[in-house]
């Protein structure tokens, strides 16, 4: 079994920044990449950022220049650093991890985290 927490969420005025958290735990053997999804009322999810275990990043247009992604491979940690927030912003954003359970390249999946509201309102 794999587990992740998400934290960081909350509610922050146009122009303010969080710091979003997501530990996985449990069951790793090697983590392939690490992301943040996000999902906006009657909106499909989307990608926000993505980082690999070699530290290659992507990122929607939307949030360029204002978002960063990154890790720590000791913690099993991805962080989303999102600054000059807009309301548009506002989502439920999801922790999503790409991994091996076992040396076997048939136990691979994709876990997702529950969720943590941002809200960007005045």
């Known amino acids: 079994q794999v587990q992740l927490v998400e934290s960081g969420g909350g509610l922050v005025q146009p122009g303010g920044s969080l710091r979003l958290s997501c530990a996985a735990s449990?069951?790793?053997?090697?983590?392939?990449?690490m992301g943040w999804y996000r999902q906006a009322p009657g909106k499909q999810r989307e990608l926000v950022a993505s980082?690999?275990?070699?530290?290659?990043?992507t990122y929607a247009d939307s949030v360029k220049g204002r978002f960063t992604i990154s890790k720590s491979n000791a913690e099993n940690t991805v962080y989303l650093q999102m600054n000059s927030l807009k309301p548009e912003d506002t989502a439920v954003y999801y922790c999503?991890?790409?991994?091996?359970?076992?040396?076997?390249?048939?136990?691979?999946?994709?876990?997702w985290g529950k969720g943590t509201l941002v809200t960007v309102s005045s």
């Open positions: 999503n991890v790409r991994l091996y359970t076992s040396p076997s390249v048939q136990d691979w999946g994709d876990y």
């Open positions: 449990g069951s790793i053997f090697r983590i392939v990449a």
């Open positions: 980082i690999t275990s070699g530290h290659s990043t």
